[in-house]
């Protein structure tokens, strides 16, 4: 041990009486969080009036990443959209597996907009939209594709969940031999237990690490009674993208720091189980971009 280490250490000890750290000290090892995206979901009406537009205003705000919603490129094409990207210096690292929508699906009724989800995001379609997914991932340049969600009804019973995993890792080697890793995010239906089964924790053990990772999203994990950090404890490792999406008293949708996660705590696990990428996001909003600017300024400003 060199002299100044030496010096060092019996600071912190002569500081204490016990040898704990000072809190000074303590918080001047804390980190500023700067690695998170929009999830563009949170944007999705403005997006489908004006996707050039709407990316100009999220790079406007502070945003270096974004991650591309359910609805995918909004019928622009690919290299259109990664050359609006480049011209804002905004990434869109992490693929997502899209549907194709009617041109009046933003104007449908919440309701309606399920309905189309329900019959389109089936088993038998998925196959057939991860190989276009794969195509847009390469001209993106992207190692991660996400399936935004499978539908609550494949989580009813065993048969069905065992089906759905053997599908999964089949996609997964596809995938992989693309040189691309696929994923699955999370909603709060996975967690009810199906024959003495957790669904989401079946996924989670059955599905290779090599072929398969998972993003964390905090609002539906908490929504299913569970705490996200222990989560990510729980199966390290297997969660390298998460959405950053908090939740008030009355279990509704709410702004990133202003509802009862503890994003400070659940980055630090996060980072340190492996996690790379995160991305706001909230589902319903009466003003969303008021929402993606104040989720932004407080993890801007954020520590862990």
Request: net charge neutral.
């Amino acid at each position: 041990m060199d002299r100044r280490e030496l010096i060092r250490k019996m600071l912190l000890i002569s500081c204490t009486g016990f040898g704990k750290v000072p809190q000074i000290l303590q918080y001047s090892a804390l980190k500023k969080f700067k690695n998170f995206g929009l999830q563009l979901s949170t944007i999705a009406t403005a997006m489908a009036e004006d996707l050039p537009g709407t990316l100009e205003e999220v790079a406007k705000i502070g945003y270096l990443q974004v991650e591309f919603s359910a609805l995918g490129f909004l019928g622009h094409d690919v290299l259109k959209v990664k050359d609006i990207l480049m011209r804002n210096k905004l990434s869109a690292p992490v693929g997502r597996v899209a549907f194709k929508v009617p041109p009046d699906f933003m104007s449908m009724p919440r309701d309606r907009q399920m309905q189309f989800f329900s019959t389109q995001a089936s088993l038998d379609s998925l196959k057939d939209r991860i190989e276009l997914s794969l195509s847009e991932c390469k001209v993106m340049g992207q190692k991660i594709l996400i399936i935004p969600a499978i539908m609550p009804h494949n989580f009813t019973d065993l048969d069905k969940i065992k089906k759905m995993i053997a599908q999964l890792k089949e996609s997964g080697k596809r995938c992989r031999d693309a040189g691309i890793l696929l994923g699955y995010h999370n909603h709060n239906w996975e967690f009810n237990e199906v024959g003495g089964t957790i669904p989401y924790e079946m996924m989670l053990q059955e599905l290779d690490p090599d072929l398969f990772t998972f993003q964390l999203d905090t609002y539906w994990v908490r929504k299913a009674e569970r705490i996200p950090g222990e989560m990510l404890a729980e199966y390290p490792g297997r969660f390298i993208t998460c959405h950053l999406k908090d939740i008030d008293q009355e279990g509704d949708f709410e702004d990133v720091g202003f509802g009862e996660i503890d994003f400070s705590a659940f980055i630090k696990k996060a980072t340190d189980q492996g996690a790379k990428y995160f991305f706001v996001e909230r589902d319903t909003s009466e003003d969303p971009f008021l929402s993606i600017k104040r989720s932004y300024e407080f993890l801007k400003n954020m520590k862990y």
